[in-house]
């Protein structure tokens, strides 16, 4: 390993008593190449008698010219990296307990998803009743306009970074989310994140099936005239006719996900251009009814002067903003599932800039129309669903339970379903297949009971957004520094499915502990917030609630330094085998596909 070193860092500094090249030798030289670079400077100026009397200004445009190389340069290594070629590597005797044909890294010719599929994944993704809800909350919370689309459209350029450096791995080596975290967290670890992930992605999946049936139930009791009736249970804490359409939009979603993801890809492709022009008309009819822009966006903001929320924008904002980052940060850490069926790592970058250009489109959509409903009912309508049941008419109706099903089910089945079938598939893989995984994802969406956590914007959007924030951010945050950092976008695929103690990712029994720890390490700091915030604890200090109105930023950054400063310090022949492998993997020519 020394001499592995020794070899690479001879050309930028002495080795002292390595061969000929000792520190005196160093010093000569580097004596000469400062006379040397005298000699140039001084004949340079002869030339240019202009910049001779001012040489402190010449050193300066040499420096600076000399760092617009180095950006230059670093900026082209950047943009090779992450435009690698693609390859699918197929695993050398792997072990029956990690593999199965949702785990298997995909082949070329599965390589399907194009710039325009991916996105119009994103597309799916946010037009839908979350996205809505999430953008007239901002407004319900006393933002104006310009404030909510300020505040989405800086968390989703935040976002786009990670969700394009997570995606990486996946288009290039054709693995899923939970194949990826056996790097990092170890063949077993690899559970406790990928079981995280997938146990917000059930109660995503229950939030989102409950408004799909709700809004059939709220729509078509506005056709019947009100007919369908039904008292509030106590202990389920809803209706029997409201819980009925529940369970009906459960079980359509169930029977379109059973054809796996090429039946979702296609679904994706055909809603997009629907769901854009159905958006176009709820924001057309908004405008006609609303008399223009003009009194649509003419809500002022209640934090200014004079307003209900005076000096209190900044204490909405970071939780806002969290939120935001949180709604998605949910599909940031397993993209790898949609990435690894990308043509190229170009696909899936292009794809990937969708998110903040069409998220921003339809938070302006929301919130005009959100706004629009005090012009237009007298009071601020957040629900769209509230909204589209004071429309009158059949066709109107109808295009409204037709819109939110079809919104609801793209959103639902891409970002909900595929992270929990493939984390209990990466569980067991020779009994959790994806068919079996969407089944139980189902039922954990059931017991979640997601009606009880929209019952108000707050609840929303302080105690599941940001809350959750905490459980995803170190988790992202370790498998960066892991790939990117430490490993330079080197993973080996035979020990990714390979159970052997003497693997480069079993680490200890399975576990590395230096992940495990970090993971901890990044959630603590913002227990006590999320505590104080669910009423199970009391506190004075303000301190606490700053970092979980925060906490995506602080769990990401806290758990990624210390996962690095652990690995640093972890056992040397772990870090001589990812060497080695790094050294391997550069020395090798590689092939064109």
Request: glycine content about 8%; hydrophobic content about 45%.
């Amino acid at each position: 390993m020394a001499q592995l070193m020794n070899s690479r860092c001879r050309s930028f500094k002495p080795v002292s008593g390595s061969g000929n090249f000792n520190q005196k030798q160093w010093q000569n030289q580097q004596l000469k190449l400062s006379k040397n670079h005298s000699r140039m400077s001084f004949s340079s100026s002869l030339k240019t008698p202009s910049i001779m009397y001012n040489s402190s200004e010449n050193c300066s445009r040499d420096s600076l010219l000399l760092g617009e190389s180095r950006v230059k340069k670093r900026t082209c290594v950047v943009v090779k990296a992450l435009l690698e070629t693609v390859s699918a590597t197929v695993p050398l005797n792997p072990d029956p307990s990690l593999i199965n044909e949702d785990l298997r890294p995909t082949s070329l010719k599965e390589r399907s998803f194009s710039k325009w599929e991916m996105a119009s994944l994103w597309i799916g993704l946010v037009v839908g009743v979350p996205s809505y809800y999430l953008a007239g909350s901002l407004v319900e919370m006393g933002m104006a306009w310009w404030q909510g689309i300020a505040t989405v459209m800086t968390a989703n350029l935040l976002l786009l970074f990670p969700l394009i450096l997570t995606g990486h791995p996946g288009t290039k080596y054709g693995i899923s989310f939970p194949v990826l975290c056996r790097a990092s967290f170890g063949i077993k670890g690899a559970h406790i994140p990928t079981i995280l992930r997938g146990l917000v992605a059930c109660g995503w999946f229950g939030i989102e099936t409950w408004i799909g049936g709700e809004a059939i139930f709220v729509l078509l009791n506005t056709l019947l005239k009100k007919k369908i009736t039904g008292q509030v249970i106590p202990w389920l804490g809803t209706s029997v006719p409201e819980f009925a359409c529940f369970l009906a939009f459960l079980f359509l979603q169930v029977v379109i996900i059973w054809n796996g993801m090429e039946s979702i890809r296609k679904l994706e492709n055909y809603s997009a251009p629907i769901l854009i022009a159905l958006s176009g008309a709820l924001l057309l009819w908004a405008y006609v009814n609303a008399g223009g822009f003009g009194p649509m966006l003419s809500m002022a903001s209640q934090f200014g002067k004079g307003g209900a929320r005076q000096g209190m924008f900044w204490s909405v904002f970071f939780p806002s903003l969290t939120a935001n980052i949180g709604f998605w940060a949910t599909l940031a850490l397993n993209i790898p599932d949609f990435t690894r069926h990308a043509k190229s790592q170009a696909d899936q970058i292009v794809g990937q800039v969708g998110l903040p250009v069409f998220m921003g489109a339809f938070t302006l959509l929301g919130l005009a129309v959100t706004s629009s409903t005090e012009v237009i009912f007298g009071r601020v309508i957040s629900n769209p669903i509230e909204v589209l049941g004071q429309i009158d008419g059949i066709v109107p109706i109808s295009l409204s339970i037709f819109g939110v099903a079809l919104a609801t089910l793209t959103t639902n089945i891409a970002a909900n379903v595929v992270a929990p079938a493939n984390a209990l598939a990466n569980l067991s893989p020779s009994w959790f297949t994806f068919k079996r995984g969407t089944l139980m994802t189902a039922i954990l969406g059931v017991l979640c009971q997601p009606w009880r956590l929209l019952q108000s914007s707050e609840s929303f959007v302080y105690t599941w957004l940001v809350g959750y924030s905490a459980l995803l951010g170190p988790i992202g945050g370790i498998i960066l520094v892991d790939y990117f950092i430490l490993r330079g976008r080197v993973l080996d695929i035979d020990a990714l499915y390979s159970c052997s103690p003497h693997g480069q990712y079993w680490y200890n029994r399975g576990y590395n502990i230096s992940a495990l720890v970090s993971l901890l390490v990044g959630m603590a700091p913002v227990v006590p917030g999320f505590l104080h915030t669910i009423g199970l604890l009391n506190m004075s200090s303000p301190y606490f609630l700053i970092l979980y109105n925060n906490s995506w930023f602080v769990s990401f950054f806290i758990a990624g330094l210390a996962y690095w400063a652990l690995s640093r310090f972890q056992n040397t022949k772990q870090s001589e085998v990812i060497a080695n492998t790094y050294a391997s993997a550069q020395d090798v020519p590689k092939l064109e596909n």
